[in-house]
């Protein structure tokens, strides 16, 4: 997922959200909701041969695969210089100090550029130091606020990120003053009546400049704008402390090894969760402890124990939190002059209003009915044979594990077991040959220099026909106390031209939790981790790969229901045999592949649960929606009570007493009434997706990975979306690639 934030479009690009989400999120990993359920993917009978084999060849691919020598950042700076082109590693803050220094500074900056537009005459107004300064004016502080929004989630020291947050309140602050600012609204208004002949991005620019100092109240009278200004700020810092309190909610269970029966021995031998008794502390907090419960413990109390206290980890600060967070936004859509929060937040997006939104999943929850009520009775099945119990219902925490049943026995895939063919430095490996391949580009290991924690890693992406250095990309890889605990790209450096003609090229940070390395294992990932692996480096590519001029268009910044799309694409890649054969292969022995038809049965098994799955996400969606849509206090107050029963409604009940919504991190913001874009721009994903399967060259297809590079990733937001879509597809959008993905064939 990529990690938005809230602050003030007018000033800035939209970076990227987790929600906290990452990874159940709906289409990525990046999150929704909880993480992505492992739909699919278990290994047939000969894979449970290998499973039983002895490690001794495993130094040997470890150090086949691990990063070797790691070039210096410098040896890239004559390609650089030729380019004309900034490469370079940001100045990471390193004491609380620091951090506040560093946003003070930004803050400062910004101020002295936007008091040189307010003092600006309509004479000496031009677009450049107007317009395109607006964008300057926040370049230093989105910097800023993107290298402390990391450091506020990866650091390992608390005063730092208490620090980070106390700043990103005040970045918060400004950003809402800067979008308030009279005296530059006026040079702006003054400039654009002179009817200025624009072309391109800088047309898109002003257009979207005006078009957001409406959106901010800049029309409204003056006491109401002050009134705007005071509910904004204390908006965004609501948001600020909800997504806090969700990361710093950790939360664990307790469990005797009989609770755990059904875990895999490279669960129950994890010496992380071993306790002093002998018992096993789960971290419900954490995605892959938790999702890896979920699908194989057969004790069916645990599993309802470990959800329900994941759902209720920051139950106490946010449910009064959002409540709050629910009359401050439908009391600015009111001043604003719209209907509701939905539709303020909406209109920017693809689908321009709520209504549009929520028929799109209505749509799809009514068309998935069928499939839905059939799925459910064949896991009820299941769950009667296994318990003997005929009346027997299947609950909410049942779900993911006679998935994983289904997988086993009728399809005979063992998620667990398929994890010897992903060992990580492989798959990454194997990954960067494939993007290498497809968008002509060189993916090298440098020296990191600064660590934030001691296995940070950094990437060189280059073009590997001119060698010109294109972005870096951090990778934090896995989970560690007081980390985000979900999956996302955050930004860094955002890319764009600067007043000397030299680009800044981007920097992006992958903050992903794979599971550790073990004293008698590598790190292994499971077919859906690799997929959100391939989903988020999505993401950095998007970000790292921009052509655009202004930061405001830069990468990811594109509307919010499209942004997932062309990384929800890539996770196609790990579904094809001959892609796969790249890079899985048994850690202990290399010369075993998947089996073609493991695989098969893997995309049987997919289309067999993939009902229950989007019902669920679709849930998600809707209640997001519903919230937003509605204007009366009363629903902000029992907003729990509302959440549960779409979820109940539309998918299954959760348990009673929980409340999903307050860690269902998207809501905080930059997702609020837009969770229905991850099924939206999925539509779209499974659209672009089918232009390449057409291709003669399939999904390998350099020319159509080159449309895409060109089409989509330059151009991030810089025009304006529906063209770069159309550009890509030769054609207008179509929505049945997306049924044929989902099962359902044409429901026209």
């Not at 993917?41 to 691919?61: C, D, I, M, R, Y």
């Not at 040896?75 to 506040?100: G, M, N, R, Y």
């Not at 020319?703 to 590079?709: P, Q, Y």
Request: proline share 4%; charged share 30%; glycine share 6%.
């Amino acid at each position: 997922m990529t990690r938005a934030k809230t602050h003030n479009k007018l000033f800035r690009r939209l970076p990227v959200l987790v929600a906290g989400l990452f990874l159940t999120s709906l289409l990525s990993a990046c999150g929704q909701g909880d993480g992505k359920d492992d739909q699919q993917s278990k290994v047939e009978a000969e894979a449970a041969q290998f499973a039983t084999q002895p490690v001794g060849k495993l130094q040997v691919n470890e150090a086949e695969n691990a990063p070797k020598k790691l070039l210096a950042l410098s040896s890239f700076q004559p390609a650089a210089k030729k380019a004309k082109v900034l490469f370079e590693l940001p100045v990471w803050e390193k004491t609380p100090a620091e951090i506040d220094a560093s946003a003070t500074a930004a803050m400062a900056a910004g101020d002295k550029q936007l008091d040189a537009i307010a003092a600006l005459s309509v004479e000496a107004s031009n677009f450049t130091n107007t317009i395109a300064a607006l964008d300057d004016a926040s370049y230093p502080v989105l910097n800023v606020s993107d290298r402390i929004d990391v450091i506020r989630e990866t650091s390992q020291d608390k005063a730092m990120r208490d620090k980070a947050l106390e700043a990103s309140k005040k970045i918060q602050a400004w950003y809402v003053a800067a979008g308030f600012r009279e005296d530059v609204y006026k040079t702006v208004s003054a400039y654009a009546e002179t009817k200025p002949e624009l072309q391109g991005e800088d047309a898109l620019l002003l257009k979207d400049t005006l078009r957001d100092y409406r959106r901010n109240g800049m029309a409204l009278p003056k006491e109401r704008r002050q009134q705007l200004k005071e509910l904004k700020t204390e908006l965004n810092n609501m948001s600020l402390e909800f997504a806090t309190n969700i990361t710093e909610a950790k939360v664990a269970v307790e469990f005797t090894a009989d609770e755990l029966a059904g875990m895999p021995e490279d669960f129950l031998s994890n010496k992380e969760l071993k306790t002093d008794k002998g018992t096993y502390r789960v971290k419900a907090n954490v995605t892959w402890q938790y999702l890896a419960v979920m699908q194989n413990a057969s004790n069916e109390e645990t599993r309802k124990k470990l959800l329900t206290v994941r759902l209720n980890r920051a139950k106490g600060k946010n449910i009064p939190l959002f409540t709050k967070m629910l009359k401050t936004r439908a009391h600015i859509a009111k001043l604003l002059g719209y209907d509701n929060w939905a539709d303020y937040r909406i209109e920017i997006k693809m689908a321009k209003t709520a209504k549009t939104a929520f028929d799109f999943e209505q749509r799809l929850v009514v068309g998935l009915q069928p499939k839905f009520d059939k799925e459910i009775a064949l896991l009820q099945k299941l769950k009667a044979n296994e318990t003997g119990n005929l009346d027997t219902k299947i609950m909410f925490w049942d779900v993911s594990y006679y998935k994983n049943i289904l997988k086993k026995t009728k399809y005979q895939i063992d998620t667990s077991k398929l994890k010897v063919f992903f060992e990580m430095n492989r798959v990454l490996k194997g990954m960067f040959g494939i993007f290498e391949d497809i968008f002509g580009l060189k993916i090298e290991a440098v020296e990191p220099g600064y660590k934030w924690v001691d296995d940070l890693r950094l990437y060189a992406v280059t073009d590997a026909a001119s060698g010109d250095p294109l972005g870096l990309i951090y990778m934090d890889l896995f989970p560690r106390e007081d980390k985000y605990g979900h999956f996302a790209q955050f930004g860094v450096t955002t890319g764009k031209l600067l007043k000397d003609g030299v680009y800044q090229r981007p920097v992006v940070a992958l903050i992903v939790n794979f599971p550790p390395a073990t004293e008698d294992k590598p790190s292994l990932l499971k077919h859906n981790d690799v997929e959100t692996l391939f989903h988020e480096f999505g993401h950095a590519l998007h970000s790292v790969l921009t052509q655009a001029k202004y930061a405001s268009f830069s990468g990811t910044s594109v509307p919010r229901d499209f942004v997932e799309a062309p990384s929800q694409m890539l996770e196609n890649w790990v579904w094809d045999k001959s892609v796969l054969d790249r890079f899985a292969v048994d850690y202990r022995d290399p010369s075993k592949k998947i089996p073609e038809d493991t695989l098969d049965r893997m995309e049987q098994a997919r289309l067999a649960t993939i009902g229950t799955w989007y019902r669920r996400q679709l849930s998600y969606g809707m209640l997001d929606l519903k919230l937003h849509m509605s204007t009366d206090e009363k629903d902000f107050e029992n907003f729990v009570e509302i959440s549960n029963r779409i979820i109940t409604e539309v998918y299954l009940a959760p348990p009673k007493g929980t409340a999903f919504v307050a860690s269902f991190g998207h809501l905080g913001g930059g997702y609020d009434a837009g969770y229905y874009g991850y099924a939206w721009a999925e539509a779209i994903s499974a659209d672009m997706a089918s232009v390449f399967k057409k291709s003669p060259g399939g999904l390998m297809d350099k020319a159509v990975g080159k449309r895409l590079r060109d089409e989509i990733y330059a151009k991030g937001g810089s025009r304006e979306i529906d063209k770069s879509i159309r550009a890509f597809l030769g054609r207008e959008r179509s929505l049945d690639p997306f049924f044929e993905y989902i099962g359902l064939g044409d429901t026209k």
